[in-house]
Structure formats: structure tokens, C-alpha cells
């Protein structure tokens, strides 16, 4: 068991299942790496990172129908690492979906978005300048 975890301001986890998780594992590696996120747990039917969870469709966490395309965002630091995930996806795999840019959900919105190797659109997004109360929330065991 892990003694300690940090986990984020909202969502506990995510999972993701995918066909061909070679693929997909070398596509989240690059736009984890870009986006300073460590990747763990990995073996031949699934990874992690933070709160996303990525499976294959026989693996024991994930049971039932599989379903349709998600949308997931990460948080990025500040714009230049919004447009190293967008560069890291599409050199590991992504297809673009919105280059980096300002978008008009609120003023300072900077996002780019990549369909994953399963047709997945995943975000990254600098909400602008802002001051944080913590960088995580910590759980010990």
C-alpha cells in the first residue's frame, strides 16, 4: 500500500480504457512528461498517473460495458507547458483537436487538446495567473 498520496482539488480518479495499451502507455508518458506528472503502476494491463487510471478492457479494476470518448483536462503550470503537451502528443501518437491557444471559457482560459490514441480529447489548460492554497491535498495512511 502507498503511504502517502496527493491527489488533486476535485476528482479522486479517472479510468480510462483503451485497446492497445502500448500505445497509449507511450503517448500519456510524453504528455505526462511534459506536463510534470509522474506515471506509476505500470505492467501489461494498466497505468497511472495522479488521478487517471489507464486499463485494458480484461483488467480486475474496470467491469461492464465499455462506453464512448471522455474528455479529461490536466492543469498546466503556465502556457509554455500547455504547448509542450500539445508538441509531446503529437509527436507520441495524438492527433491535434485544438491547437494551444485562448479559448473563451473565462478571461486567461489557455488550452490546447489532442484526440488520444483511442479517440479520447484530452486537454491541457493554464487557467492564468492565480494563487493556489495548496499544490495538492495529502493523504497518509
Do not use: C
Not at 21 to 46: Q, T
Amino acid at each position: 500500500m502507498t503511504p502517502e498520496l496527493h491527489r488533486g482539488r476535485f476528482i479522486d480518479h479517472i479510468g480510462l480504457v483503451v485497446r492497445d495499451l502500448a500505445a497509449s502507455k507511450a503517448f500519456y508518458a510524453a504528455v505526462f512528461e511534459a506536463l510534470e506528472i509522474p506515471m506509476g503502476g505500470s505492467d501489461e494491463r494498466n497505468f497511472w498517473a495522479d488521478e487517471l487510471f489507464v486499463s485494458t478492457s480484461d483488467s480486475e479494476e474496470v467491469r461492464g460495458e465499455l462506453t464512448g470518448r471522455q474528455h479529461i483536462a490536466f492543469q498546466a503550470r503556465d502556457r509554455a507547458m500547455v504547448d509542450a503537451f500539445h508538441r509531446a502528443a503529437l509527436t507520441h501518437g495524438g492527433r491535434d483537436n485544438g491547437a494551444p491557444g485562448e479559448r473563451s471559457y473565462h478571461p486567461g482560459y489557455y488550452a490546447a487538446f489532442v484526440l488520444d490514441p483511442d479517440g479520447n480529447n484530452i486537454e491541457a489548460v493554464f487557467h492564468g495567473e492565480a494563487e493556489r492554497s495548496a499544490a495538492s491535498v495529502r493523504i497518509r495512511y
